[in-house]
């Protein structure tokens, strides 16, 4: 039995695509029951994500799982297969190491994904597709994200755009749960800002874009409101952070439309992050006694300062989780072993109880004791030294050597003696 890896995420295969295989929370019982009984899995955890879905298990017919990935959410093989990577045993149990530690993550280091991996562990368990190997396996994946986080400092130092927006904020805002949030634009950097800005738990998020759909799809994974482009100027008072990116040809956010927030705000401070070339927010707001202003150059200089540190971390991770990995697989192999340890002990029990049998029969008939006990140590002997004899006189030519060395081995034996 082998285990395995299989999914996409969001280096593979963008939101449209991610979004179609994603599993609901309500149908992921279902889900690994169908998995198991239809693609001759016989353990299996389902970890879906608005980032990643992924199928770990352990099978002898791996090719049957993107099957069942593609047929399950109604769409054709052909479709969900340029998108998709499946990793065999060592692979699979690197990268659960790495996305739980944080390596594979839009936002390198985050520690939401290992509660995110827990959960599914647990809903595997409750659904009884979680046995002895992925047990394992995902015991030895919280203890790897653990190790890394407490002896690197993968998660200290800010090293994307999205992180030093947050940064920044911060140093206006003492809690980002007690503010409101606006995001301008529906693209990747705004995807990035809005996972960042959640994670701190806001009072209110929304998502303004000029395509609605796009609006609704990025505010339907944060439980954010929608609006219009032409309302933003009415409803700018009602937030405290501006995050805009779009690629608009001009300013979205004007000077006069700055002004009116901040006095229908009472001069409490507004914190504007534009991240857009062109610029979103006319430069001149940034003169505005109650607003914070950041461009992309003030979040690079925030980046720049812990890349270097970040970029070490991921060393230190990458070893801690490449030594994980040997030991996880060491055990791995000592599981394929148990059938062969087993068969031997079975063996070596018929030979004793058969010598014992002898034994006792010559007691009873009377034969002297002494006699019936160097019989029954010569017979037990004899028997268990028959196999490694026959197999030494068995090997010929440059078997021979190899077959000599192994008996050696296994017996401890010294050649020189």
């Known amino acids: 039995m082998q285990l395995y890896a299989l999914g996409l995420n969001h280096h593979t295969a963008p939101l449209s695509i991610r979004e179609r295989l994603a599993f609901q929370p309500e149908c992921i019982d279902a889900a690994l029951h169908d998995l198991t009984r239809e693609a001759a899995v016989r353990e299996a955890a389902i970890l879906s994500t608005c980032n990643r879905t992924e199928l770990y298990f352990a099978t002898e017919q791996p090719q049957r799982a993107a099957d069942w990935l593609a047929r399950f959410h109604h769409l054709p093989l052909n479709e969900v297969s340029p998108y998709l990577y499946a990793y065999p045993q060592r692979d699979a149990v690197r990268h659960v190491f790495r996305v739980a530690s944080g390596l594979d993550s839009m936002v390198l280091g985050e520690p939401q994904i290992l509660g995110q991996v827990k959960e599914a562990v647990r809903r595997a368990e409750e659904a009884g597709t979680l046995g002895t190997i992925l047990h394992k396996l995902f015991q030895n994946t919280f203890a790897v994200a653990k190790e890394v986080r407490s002896t690197t400092a993968i998660g200290a130092n800010i090293v994307s755009m999205a992180a030093a927006a947050v940064h920044l904020t911060e140093r206006i805002f003492e809690r980002l749960s007690?503010?409101?949030?606006?995001?301008?634009?529906?693209?990747?950097?705004?995807?990035?800002?809005?996972?960042?800005?959640?994670?701190?738990?806001?009072?209110?998020?929304?998502?303004?874009?000029?395509?609605?759909?796009?609006?609704?799809?990025?505010?339907?994974?944060?439980?954010?409101?929608?609006?219009?482009?032409?309302?933003?100027?009415?409803?700018?008072?009602?937030?405290?952070?501006?995050?805009?990116?779009?690629?608009?040809?001009?300013?979205?956010?004007?000077?006069?439309m700055a002004e009116r927030a901040v006095k229908a705000r009472r001069h409490r401070p507004i914190v504007m992050v534009d991240l857009a070339v062109p610029r979103d927010i006319e430069p001149e707001i940034g003169k505005l006694d109650d607003v914070f202003l950041y461009t992309v150059d003030d979040l690079a200089q925030v980046v720049d300062a812990g890349l270097e540190s970040r970029q070490q971390a991921v060393v230190e991770a990458e070893q801690i989780i490449c030594e994980r990995v040997d030991g996880f697989l060491h055990w791995m192999q000592g599981r394929d072993a148990v059938p062969t340890i087993r068969a031997l002990r079975q063996h070596a029990e018929g030979l004793r109880t058969a010598e014992l049998e002898r034994a006792l029969r010559l007691l009873a008939r009377g034969d002297d004791p002494t006699a019936v006990l160097e019989a029954l140590s010569q017979g037990l002997t004899n028997k268990l030294m028959h196999g490694p004899t026959r197999f030494l006189n068995q090997s010929e030519g440059a078997q021979q050597g190899d077959a000599h060395r192994l008996v050696q081995k296994l017996f401890n034996l010294d050649p020189d003696a």
């Open 178 to 256: 007690d503010q409101r949030i606006l995001f301008i634009g529906a693209g990747e950097m705004i995807e990035l800002c809005a996972a960042h800005f959640a994670g701190a738990g806001p009072r209110q998020i929304a998502v303004a874009n000029r395509t609605e759909a796009r609006a609704q799809a990025l505010a339907s994974r944060f439980n954010a409101d929608v609006m219009r482009l032409d309302v933003i100027g009415d409803m700018l008072p009602s937030f405290d952070i501006v995050v805009s990116c779009t690629a608009a040809p001009l300013p979205i956010v004007g000077l006069g």
